[in-house]
């Protein structure tokens, strides 16, 4: 990982800082002791770092976190439109996250949208529907009562639970396949120490 948290600030190290994507975001702040770059990168590392402390939220959630606890007077979308920013991001995590963690990012990302398309189905919802009623007038031209059938729109309240089951069920297999994935990433990081800790040992030896 090219950024780091050290004494409350941002640190890029020395390989980030010559990556293209940093500079051209590095060189849009003109300020003295760039307060705002290191405001940007600070950013950047608390969305989207592996081990930030806001990593157990879901992505856009996270990004929402971050911005209210450390930077209550901006918003996600400020720090998304800074020019060469969303770039960048995408740059942050496809050099620092593995391919399974990138499809796990991409699966919470999905179980997200799943359940705000989840909270917006509702368990009754009002539609509209034909109905037809008998309408009688006196017809001067027949000179009698006659009865004719007039059809009109009108809203009935109707029992939408079967949506609502089957949005949840997409939910829940998504949070099924999370929960898989999930236990392939601990495997995957679990082989990764065992390996650091064998080179550790045969460069001891």
Request: no cysteine; net charge positive.
């Amino acid at each position: 990982m090219f950024i780091e948290i050290i004494e409350g600030k941002a640190v890029v190290s020395e390989q980030g800082m010559a990556l293209p994507s940093v500079q051209s975001v590095y060189k849009l702040d003109k300020s003295k002791g760039k307060k705002t770059f290191n405001n940007w990168m600070k950013f950047m590392y608390y969305a989207y770092a592996k081990d930030s402390i806001y990593r157990n939220y879901l992505p856009a959630e996270r990004e929402r976190k971050v911005v209210e606890a450390m930077f209550p007077d901006k918003s996600v979308k400020y720090f998304k439109s800074i020019e060469g920013m969303a770039v960048l991001i995408e740059k942050y995590i496809d050099m620092t996250y593995t391919f399974k963690e990138k499809l796990y990012r991409r699966l919470l990302q999905d179980v997200e949208e799943m359940q705000e398309e989840m909270s917006r189905v509702p368990l009754k919802k009002t539609v509209r529907v034909k109905q037809d009623k008998d309408v009688k007038f006196y017809s001067r031209v027949e000179e009698q009562e006659i009865t004719e059938t007039v059809s009109f729109d009108v809203r009935v309240t109707i029992d939408n639970t079967p949506e609502k089951l089957k949005a949840m069920d997409n939910l829940e297999k998504l949070l099924i396949r999370e929960e898989i994935l999930k236990k392939k990433l601990k495997e995957e990081q679990i082989e990764m120490d065992t390996a650091k800790k064998n080179q550790r040992r045969q460069f001891d030896e």
